[in-house]
């Protein structure tokens, strides 16, 4: 069975803070995404990882960063957060292709005050 | 226009009948496709993929693919309340070989 995890479930942070989002998968994937989903803009990808230390922009990287030193675990970095930044994050893992399966996350609700 | 659209919804089907979902997309050349459902505050979970033109069973779901007219459709026969949920359809990009592009989702209610 896939198992991709997320470090928080919830988290509410302030404006300026940085916030640290941890990803982890156990199914030796290469390939590694975050994205966000808000309502009616559907799932934005902000960045993704197909092998470790390498990464390519997605559709939203601004005010993003992210960090892949191990192919289980990829981390979603915001600098210096800012309340259009509250959204639901989630991270997914596939094997190689986009022809392979995304596999999701539970999600981390992001509160920014 | 959108790479990958769908119709919001709400469906609205009774417990019992066929629901159809509809997705268009812009990429003559994607190659993959896939349904995702997503229940009101969980992630997306991964319902089928189809690559090649025609139909697609797995128990109560059917997906069908027309590359020529571009577009995808999930059958969900016998209907159930269970199956209310916001469907997601995921077509590959051809930009990258790793992205898929996922559509905003139609919201299915079954009414009992």
């Known amino acids: 069975d896939v198992k991709v995890t997320q470090s928080s479930r919830y988290l509410v942070k302030r404006t300026g803070e940085k916030v640290f989002l941890e990803c982890v998968q156990d199914?030796?994937?290469?390939?590694m995404f975050w994205y966000r989903q808000d309502p009616g803009l559907g799932l934005r990808l902000i960045y993704f990882?197909?092998?470790?230390?390498?990464?390519e922009k997605g559709d939203i990287p601004e005010g993003y960063s992210v960090s892949r030193e191990k192919k289980e675990r990829f981390s979603l970095i915001l600098e210096s957060a800012s309340t259009n930044q509250t959204s639901m994050y989630l991270c997914?893992?596939?094997?190689?292709?986009?022809?392979?399966?995304?596999?999701f996350g539970p999600g981390t609700r992001l509160t920014v005050l | 226009q959108k790479e990958v659209e769908q119709n919001s919804g709400p469906l609205s089907v009774p417990e019992g009948a066929i629901a159809s979902l509809n997705c268009t997309y812009s990429?003559?050349?994607?190659?993959?496709f896939f349904w995702y459902r997503q229940y009101s505050g969980k992630s997306p979970e991964l319902i089928m993929f189809?690559?090649?033109?025609g139909d697609k069973e797995d128990g109560r779901f059917t997906a069908q693919l027309n590359k020529a007219s571009q577009y995808v459709s999930l059958l969900i026969r016998d209907s159930q309340p269970s199956d209310s949920a916001t469907y997601l359809c995921?077509?590959?990009?051809?930009?990258?070989?790793?992205?898929?592009?996922f559509g905003s989702g139609t919201r299915l209610l079954v009414r009992p």
């Open positions: 189809i690559y090649s033109n």
């Open positions: 997914a893992s596939s094997y190689q292709t986009s022809a392979d399966t995304q596999y």
């Open positions: 990429d003559r050349g994607s190659q993959s």
């Open positions: 990882s197909y092998d470790v230390k390498m990464k």
């Open positions: 199914m030796d994937h290469e390939n």
């Open positions: 995921a077509v590959s990009g051809m930009d990258s070989s790793y992205k898929l592009i």
